[in-house]
């Protein structure tokens, strides 16, 4: 029999739900799909609980994801590799490095491919928080909160096996996820402050439309290239992304320029970020 799991990913803005039926270790089947939009809603709860309502979401064993945003990522340098030990010192070398008391976090790691640690890092208030409201509305969380870019990454990676190193843009409504890779491992994740909504904002004021007119010309790629204030606010998105790059570089984690750019989410599709993207790092930038 195949078990089914309800993945969840609770963003700043919406909530995506996959009810996957389990079979064997690795293989599935999506049975179903839903996104919430929060603030139609109302907030976080009664969005689940409106996903509740719906039997075929109900009661069973949940998987959560949750924003980049809500965790802090660090690099951390050990001289084992022991995990035993690891993890008997990790939140003892973070602690100078996050503005929480260690006691109020919860922290797991990925070894990179030189050495060293990328370390996820959560306030124990904010997994209790998200645990008690999926189990109050949906059914028990079953695995550990992860983070959504990671989870993205792992599919794309998966099958677009690429030597070096590359970045994979997740361009959601309010904000970006970006994920570093070398080698084929994950070297650094970082949040930015550029989604599609301010995309729609700029287009909006390049084009003389309204908000929502903005956003179908958008979607639908029914606009000119001639749109300052939108190519504009990509450059400065890219040049944040080449600032961070080159601050790795220097830092020892990342070795190589990025070979390859991946855009994926609401703002993957927008001609000036692909292009932006693409320009910015000398190389072709592809939709995921």
Same mark, same amino acid.
């Given at each position: 029999?195949?078990?089914? *799991?309800?993945?969840?990913?609770?963003?700043?803005?919406?909530?995506?739900?996959?009810?996957? %039926?389990?079979?064997?270790?690795?293989?599935?089947?999506?049975?179903?799909?839903?996104?919430?939009?929060?603030?139609?809603?109302?907030?976080?709860?009664?969005?689940?609980?409106?996903?509740?309502?719906?039997?075929?979401?109900?009661?069973?064993?949940?998987?959560?994801?949750?924003?980049?945003?809500?965790?802090?990522?660090?690099?951390?340098?050990?001289?084992?590799?022991?995990?035993?030990?690891?993890?008997?010192?990790?939140?003892?070398?973070?602690?100078?490095?996050?503005?929480?008391?260690?006691?109020?976090?919860?922290?797991?790691?990925?070894?990179?491919?030189?050495?060293?640690?990328?370390?996820?890092?959560?306030?124990?208030?904010?997994?209790?928080?998200?645990?008690?409201?999926?189990?109050?509305?949906?059914?028990?969380?079953?695995?550990?909160?992860?983070?959504?870019?990671?989870?993205?990454?792992?599919?794309?990676?998966?099958?677009?096996? *690429?030597?070096?190193?590359?970045?994979?843009?997740?361009?959601?409504?309010?904000?970006?996820?970006?994920?570093?890779?070398?080698?084929?491992?994950?070297?650094? *994740?970082?949040?930015?402050?550029?989604?599609?909504?301010?995309?729609?904002?700029?287009?909006?004021?390049?084009?003389?439309?309204?908000?929502?007119?903005?956003?179908?010309?958008?979607?639908?790629?029914?606009?000119?290239?001639?749109?300052?204030?939108?190519?504009? %606010?990509?450059?400065?998105?890219?040049?944040?992304?080449?600032?961070?790059?080159?601050?790795?570089?220097?830092?020892?984690?990342?070795?190589?320029?990025?070979?390859?750019?991946?855009?994926?989410?609401?703002?993957?599709?927008?001609?000036?970020? *692909?292009?932006?993207?693409?320009?910015?790092?000398?190389?072709?930038?592809?939709?995921?």
């Amino acid at each position: 029999m195949p078990q089914n *799991v309800l993945g969840l990913e609770i963003g700043q803005s919406t909530i995506k739900a996959v009810l996957l %039926a389990k079979r064997g270790l690795t293989g599935g089947r999506i049975l179903d799909v839903r996104v919430l939009d929060i603030d139609t809603c109302g907030g976080v709860e009664p969005a689940l609980k409106k996903l509740a309502d719906d039997k075929s979401f109900a009661g069973f064993p949940c998987s959560v994801s949750v924003s980049p945003r809500d965790m802090l990522f660090r690099h951390v340098q050990l001289p084992f590799r022991d995990d035993n030990r690891i993890r008997k010192t990790l939140l003892f070398e973070l602690e100078p490095l996050i503005p929480l008391p260690i006691e109020d976090v919860i922290a797991d790691y990925l070894i990179m491919p030189r050495g060293g640690l990328l370390v996820g890092i959560l306030n124990k208030k904010n997994v209790r928080d998200i645990t008690e409201l999926v189990e109050n509305n949906l059914g028990n969380v079953v695995s550990v909160i992860d983070a959504s870019p990671t989870a993205l990454a792992a599919q794309i990676t998966d099958n677009k096996k *690429v030597a070096g190193s590359k970045i994979i843009l997740d361009i959601g409504r309010m904000s970006t996820s970006a994920t570093f890779y070398e080698d084929d491992a994950m070297i650094h *994740v970082r949040s930015l402050a550029f989604g599609g909504e301010q995309i729609t904002r700029a287009m909006a004021a390049d084009l003389s439309v309204d908000r929502d007119g903005a956003e179908k010309l958008k979607i639908s790629g029914g606009y000119s290239e001639t749109i300052m204030n939108t190519n504009e %606010a990509c450059r400065r998105f890219c040049a944040e992304l080449k600032n961070t790059v080159e601050y790795m570089k220097i830092n020892g984690v990342m070795q190589n320029e990025p070979g390859q750019s991946l855009l994926t989410g609401g703002g993957g599709f927008v001609r000036p970020a *692909v292009q932006r993207a693409g320009q910015s790092f000398f190389l072709p930038a592809g939709n995921a």
